[in-house]
Every structure is written in C-alpha cells, then in structure tokens.
C-alpha cells in the first residue's frame, strides 16, 4: 500500500523557519511529482509548490510563496522536503503532501494528485 507521511509541523514566530517532511511507503518518490498543500480554517485549500519527477526537479511555487518556500528531493532517504522561511501568521495552516505519477513536470491543480498525507499543522504566532 502506498502512503505519504508528512512530519515537521510545529508552532513558530514570525519569521521564523520550518521544514516540512514528506516520507513515502510502499513507493519511490523518484518516481512520483510532489506538490505540497496547506488549508487554513474557513480558507480555501491552497497549493504552495511543487517538484516534477525527472532528473531536473523542476519547481513551481505561487507568488504567495516565492521566494520563502523551497522544495527539494533526497533520493537516498526518499523523501521530499519543504523549506518555509519568513514564516508568517497567513502561513498558518495544515500543510499536505501530495504525490502523482501522472503529472508531467509541475502542477499546482489538486485534482491532478492521487495521494494524500494526513497533513501536518504549521502555526505562526507570537
């Protein structure tokens, strides 16, 4: 059975930084694109980047993110990471790992996703 499992979640102050985990079991990440997610209470679900298979890692983060969120592979540990600085309260929210093998390259539509962690809380407060 393939799962993905996020961990890192934790309460943390403005600017402050955090880095998210995605693991999988049962499946290589290699060959999966990973998105990462992130709904907040009375908030519509929200895509906060993504990384493609192939060897290029190609990412795609909205502008909400640019800049403070980086995702990267480690094929050794097979995991996937996501790096959240300048964390701020708007970030507050339950973060998903999402993974496909059917998207090619990058993708930021929901639905384009077939597995879904059980999502990892991430509060930004002082």
């Known amino acids: 059975q393939v799962q993905f499992v996020e961990s890192g979640g934790a309460s943390v102050q403005p600017g402050g930084s955090l880095r998210l985990s995605c693991a999988a079991s049962g499946a290589t990440m290699d060959y999966y694109a990973i998105g990462w997610f992130r709904q907040a209470p009375g908030k519509e679900r929200e895509g906060v980047g993504c990384i493609s298979s192939n060897e290029q890692g190609s990412t795609y983060y909205p502008d909400a993110v640019k800049g403070r969120f980086a995702i990267s592979r480690d094929r050794a540990k097979n995991r996937v990471y996501l790096q959240m600085n300048s964390l701020n309260p708007e970030d507050t929210a339950v973060y998903y790992c999402?993974?496909?093998?059917?998207?090619?390259?990058?993708?930021?539509?929901?639905?384009?996703?077939?597995?879904w962690g059980q999502g990892t809380q991430v509060t930004v407060s002082s």
């Open positions: 999402v993974a496909s093998e059917r998207v090619i390259g990058t993708s930021m539509f929901s639905s384009r996703y077939d597995f």
